[in-house]
């Protein structure tokens, strides 16, 4: 049964998961529209559900704003249980995520993604997307940079408001 604290614990993620990828978002996208680095997380999102590069912007942002949503309450698990959030604790895990995105996740990426384009094969016609590389370095030499910033922040956000 949802009490009235629970119900305001989780009025507080939504209302600060919804700001901290916000913020996020900018960052990175900012970061793009100033030629730091071709990676926009919501279109390569965006390109598993359409090809129209148009829509898959569109679609990319909504199912993006909705897995930042999924990540605070994963964030908020992991602060109740190391213990207190904290703006450090927030900033670490925003770290390690970041890190996990970059190491991890994007080298993967073509080996899945229906329009991704792998290392070894190249594009065809229906996989064109560049794929990103270890660390995304295929979207440029500071993408690593922009993605951990992002991520750093968006942690540092939600240690500091949950």
């Keep these: 049964m949802l009490t009235f ?11 600060w998961g919804l ?5 996020m978002t900018t960052i990175m996208l900012g ?5 730091f680095s071709r990676l926009s997380l919501p279109f390569l999102v965006g390109t598993f559900f359409t090809g129209n590069r ?12 909705i897995g930042g949503w999924f990540f605070t309450f994963f964030y908020y698990l992991i602060f109740i249980g190391v213990g207190q959030p904290t703006v450090w604790l927030g900033t670490a895990t925003g770290l390690l995520h970041g890190l996990f995105l970059l190491v991890v996740l994007l080298p993967l990426l073509p080996q ?3 329009r991704m384009a792998t290392e070894y094969d190249g594009p065809t016609e229906h996989q064109r997307l560049e794929p990103p590389g270890f660390l995304g370095l295929n979207f440029g030499f500071r993408t690593p940079l922009v993605t951990l910033l992002g991520h750093v922040v968006f942690g540092a956000i939600l240690g500091a408001a949950l």
């Design 19 to 23: 700001t901290a990828t916000v913020v």
């Design 112 to 114: 899945f993604h229906p």
């Design 31 to 35: 970061s793009q529209g100033l030629g």
């Design 5 to 15: 604290q629970a119900f305001e614990q989780v009025e507080s993620i939504i209302l």
């Design 54 to 65: 148009r829509w898959a912007n569109i679609v990319g942002v909504g199912v993006y704003l």
